[in-house]
Structure formats: structure tokens, C-alpha cells
């Protein structure tokens, strides 16, 4: 995907919760700046976000905080 052009949907998963422990979303694992910038960064950016986000999840989870089960349907997921 990267250089192409191609659209990178967000990754969000409806959650929402900033974790007080790791300063990322307890549901897409995305930092407040990634969150607030998303809609503005370019393909390659978004990329890179979308490589790193297994990883974090991996060491939320192992740190104990896991990820949330999603909202409820028709939640608004504008983020």
C-alpha cells in the first residue's frame, strides 16, 4: 500500500479509552497525536502506524491491559 495511493481505513474499533498506564487507545492501540492526525497523514505515515499497532496490542496485552470488547453497533466510530 505504501506509495500507492491506495486508502488506509482507520483502524478504529469503536473503544475510545485512552489508557492511563500506556497513553494509547485501550481499542486501536493508536496514540492521541496519531488519533487527531489521522485524517490529515499521508498514505506512508498511516502505513507505518498500521505496522506498529500488532505490536503495541501484543505489549498492552502482556502488560495487563488488554483490549476492550467493541461498542455497541451504529456507535459512531468518526474517529
Known amino acids: 500500500m505504501s506509495g500507492t495511493g491506495a486508502k488506509i481505513d482507520s ?3 469503536g473503544v475510545c479509552r485512552i489508557s492511563d498506564t500506556t497513553g494509547l487507545c485501550e481499542g486501536c492501540f493508536r496514540s492521541l497525536d496519531e488519533i487527531a492526525r489521522w485524517g490529515v ?8 502506524v498500521m505496522e506498529e499497532l500488532p505490536g503495541r496490542k501484543r505489549a498492552a496485552t502482556a502488560d495487563g491491559m488488554g483490549a476492550l470488547p467493541p461498542r455497541p453497533a451504529g456507535f459512531p466510530r468518526d474517529i
Open 41 to 48: 497523514m499521508g498514505p506512508d505515515e498511516r502505513s507505518a
Open 11 to 13: 483502524p478504529c474499533t
